[in-house]
C-alpha cells in the first residue's frame, strides 16, 4: 500500500479491530548502578529560549545508550544524557570527558567546526561509571540533606578504565573502533 494512510483511516482500521486503549501502569523505571560501556549514539549543541521563563539557553548534549554489561545492574539498551553548558566550565568538563575517552582529536576554531567535530563523536564507544543517589542540597554547615529521599536521580561519568571487581581494568580502545 502506498503512504495514503490518513489519521481517520488508521483509526477507523483500529475500530473495527475492537481497540480500546489501556492504562499504561508505571513499570518502576530506576535509575541503575554499575560499569558499562556505552556507545554516543548523538552529539550536538542545542540553543533557544525556554518556553517558561523566555531565559536564552546554550548547551552541548551527548546522548549514550549502554551497550556492554560489566558490572553491576543489568542495563543493555539503557540511555545516558549528558549536558554540557556552552561556556568554559562545560567545554572544559566535555573536554575532560573526551580526552578521559581517549577522543583527543578536537582542533575546531569555529562554531561551525566545532558542530562537525561533535557530529564525529556519534557511535564511539566510552566507559560509564553510573550511580544513583536521592536528590539532596547542601546545608550552611556543609552537610548534606536528603530532600526527597525517596526521589532517586541517575548519575554517570565517562571513565578511562573501568575498575572491575576481583580483575583487571578495561578499557575502550576508540583508535580501533571501525566509525
Request: aromatic share 10%.
Amino acid at each position: 500500500m502506498a503512504f495514503g494512510n490518513l489519521f481517520g483511516d488508521i483509526m477507523e482500521s483500529l475500530k473495527k479491530e475492537g481497540f480500546v486503549p489501556e492504562i499504561q501502569e508505571d513499570s518502576s523505571f530506576e535509575p541503575f548502578t554499575g560499569r558499562y560501556v556505552a556507545r554516543i549514539t548523538e552529539c550536538y549543541r542545542k540553543t533557544g529560549m525556554s518556553k517558561a521563563g523566555n531565559e536564552p539557553y546554550d548547551f552541548v548534549t551527548m546522548k549514550l545508550e549502554v551497550v556492554e554489561h560489566k558490572e553491576g545492574q543489568k542495563a543493555v539498551g539503557r540511555r545516558l544524557d549528558k549536558i554540557y553548558s556552552y561556556d568554559d566550565k562545560g567545554i572544559k568538563a566535555l573536554m575532560n570527558d573526551l580526552f578521559t575517552a581517549g577522543i583527543n582529536n578536537c582542533n575546531s576554531a569555529s562554531d561551525e567546526e566545532f558542530a562537525m567535530f561533535l557530529s564525529t563523536l556519534t557511535d564511539k564507544l566510552v566507559n560509564v561509571s553510573c550511580w544513583a543517589r536521592a536528590k539532596s542540597k547542601k546545608n550552611a554547615d556543609g552537610t548534606w540533606e536528603e530532600i526527597v529521599p525517596k526521589e532517586m536521580k541517575q548519575w554517570f561519568k565517562i571513565v578511562a578504565t573501568l575498575k572491575l571487581k576481583g580483575g583487571d581494568g578495561a578499557k575502550v580502545d576508540n583508535a580501533s573502533v571501525p566509525f
